[in-house]
């Protein structure tokens, strides 16, 4: 898993308590492609090609378009991907 960079520009944690099983958890954060039934602010989630480490996904979150990369793929207990749009770079983790 990458870890955080304390010297990026904008940093965000959050901590929830979800009360299912690890399978289950990882079953529903790794369907990219149904991500947009749970998460309302995404629309055309579109994995392109198996759930491994460096598969593109694209997406949209608020009427913006970004091309990710994921860049951890751990089963139930890491995954990550580095997203770009507007000239941006972002890291998302979910450990």
Same mark, same amino acid.
Request: charged share 20%; glycine share 6%.
């Given at each position: 898993?990458?870890?955080?960079?304390? &010297?990026?520009?904008? #940093?965000?944690?959050? =901590?929830?308590?979800?009360?299912?099983?690890?399978? $289950?958890?990882? @079953?529903? !954060?790794t369907?990219?492609?149904?991500?947009?039934?749970?998460?309302?602010?995404?629309?055309?989630?579109?994995? &392109?090609?198996e759930? #491994?480490?460096?598969? =593109?996904?694209?997406?949209?979150t608020?009427?913006? $378009?970004?091309? @990710?990369? !994921?860049?951890?793929?751990?089963?139930?207990?890491?995954?990550?991907?580095?997203?770009?749009?507007?000239?941006?770079?972002?890291?998302?983790?979910?450990?």
């Amino acid at each position: 898993m990458k870890s955080i960079n304390n &010297n990026a520009p904008v #940093k965000c944690s959050k =901590t929830i308590l979800i009360n299912a099983s690890p399978e $289950k958890v990882w @079953s529903v !954060l790794t369907n990219i492609d149904q991500w947009a039934t749970w998460q309302t602010d995404i629309t055309k989630p579109k994995l &392109n090609g198996e759930l #491994k480490l460096n598969t =593109t996904f694209d997406w949209k979150t608020d009427g913006v $378009k970004i091309h @990710s990369t !994921l860049l951890t793929v751990e089963p139930f207990n890491h995954f990550g991907w580095t997203g770009k749009t507007f000239g941006m770079v972002a890291i998302h983790n979910w450990p």
